[in-house]
């Protein structure tokens, strides 16, 4: 085999080796972005949950509210 070709072929399999490195970093930083997110998303799901908690309380105090004024209202008639 020539001495050039050798060179070539070498210099080929570096360039596969740091194009994989490359893909493997950029993977890494993927798999922690995901991670971030799916954080992030746990999060809001839990201020949902509390905010709709919120929510049905203040609905449920206003309807008892009303039902209560009128109950109060049809005995005065």
Do not use: N, P
């Not at 490195?21 to 971030?36: D, F, S």
Request: charged residues 35%; hydrophobic residues 45%; aromatic residues 6%.
């Amino acid at each position: 085999m020539q001495a050039s070709r050798v060179l070539l072929a070498l210099q080929e399999q570096e360039k596969w080796r740091e194009r994989r490195r490359r893909l493997e970093e950029r993977l890494r930083q993927i798999r922690a972005r995901k991670r971030y997110f799916l954080k992030e998303l746990d999060t809001v799901r839990q201020k949902a949950a509390q905010f709709a908690a919120l929510l049905v309380q203040l609905k449920g105090g206003v309807v008892d509210k009303i039902e209560a004024l009128a109950s109060g209202l049809g005995t005065l008639r």
